[in-house]
């Protein structure tokens, strides 16, 4: 079965603080995709990053990173010197191609909140 | 505005009655998702569509809900005999076909509430 987990159900934090958001994943597929959206207050899921299960090369885009580790099934998501326009819920997703088809499968989001 | 749009942004219906929501895709993307989305957790997966053709249904769709894209551009979901347990956020994306990575665009989605 493919399985998201994301244990922090919320995470406060203060402007400027780096802030890391945990995503597991299970599947038994050999090629799959990650991805992460953030969803803010509006509603609209936005796609920041999306990762294929053969390139575990890490990506770093402005203020946004993420470590994508195959031995401990894990695609975490790192923001530095975090502002209050960060504050949203993050969803990790996992796309698998052999069993699934095309749809993704989230995680239950991570509800950040950025304080000033 | 060349994004996903999805009409309407909420919906109040009494228990019982049909509706039927909009997706607009973004144009060029021949693949359309439907997803609803629960307080605290995140969306799951309802129906897909490449062009006109309905490739795959969740067995969360039960067989009051129903969707169709009629000439591959845009799509509907329509209710039947709405439950409370209904009330949730509907979702659409779209995206290209072609390699299975390729990222879905959401919509602001529509969020019903069964009275």
């Known amino acids: 079965a493919q399985k998201v987990t994301q244990a922090q159900t919320e995470i406060s934090v203060v402007e400027k603080e780096d802030v890391t958001l945990d995503c597991v994943y299970e599947t038994r597929d050999t090629t799959y995709y990650l991805f992460w959206y953030k969803q803010p207050p509006s509603g609209e899921l936005v796609f920041l990053i999306r990762?294929?299960?053969?390139?575990?090369q890490n990506e770093i885009s402005g203020r946004y990173s993420w470590n994508f580790q195959k031995s401990t099934s894990s695609f975490n998501f790192t923001i530095t010197a975090s502002q209050v326009v960060d504050s949203a819920v993050y969803f990790c997703a996992l796309r698998c191609i052999e069993e699934y088809g095309n749809k993704l499968v989230f995680g239950a989001g991570t509800i950040l909140r950025v304080k000033s | 505005d060349t994004g996903v749009s999805q009409d309407p942004r909420h919906k109040i219906t009494k228990r019982g009655q049909n509706v039927t929501f909009r997706c607009d895709p973004i144009?060029?993307?021949?693949?359309l998702y439907w997803y609803r989305q629960t307080l605290g957790q995140g969306p799951e997966f309802l129906t897909y569509f490449q062009n006109e053709a309905q490739l795959e249904k969740s067995r969360l769709l039960s067989d009051r809900f129903s969707a169709e894209r009629p000439k591959g551009s845009f799509s509907t979901l329509e209710i039947q005999r709405t439950e409370q347990g209904d009330s949730a956020m509907y979702l659409c994306?779209?995206?290209?076909?072609?390699?299975?990575?390729?990222?879905?665009?959401f919509g602001q989605g529509t969020r019903l509430t069964v009275v």
């Open positions: 990762r294929n299960s053969f390139d575990e």
């Open positions: 144009s060029e993307h021949n693949r």
């Open positions: 994306a779209s995206s290209l076909s072609g390699a299975s990575g390729t990222e879905a665009f």
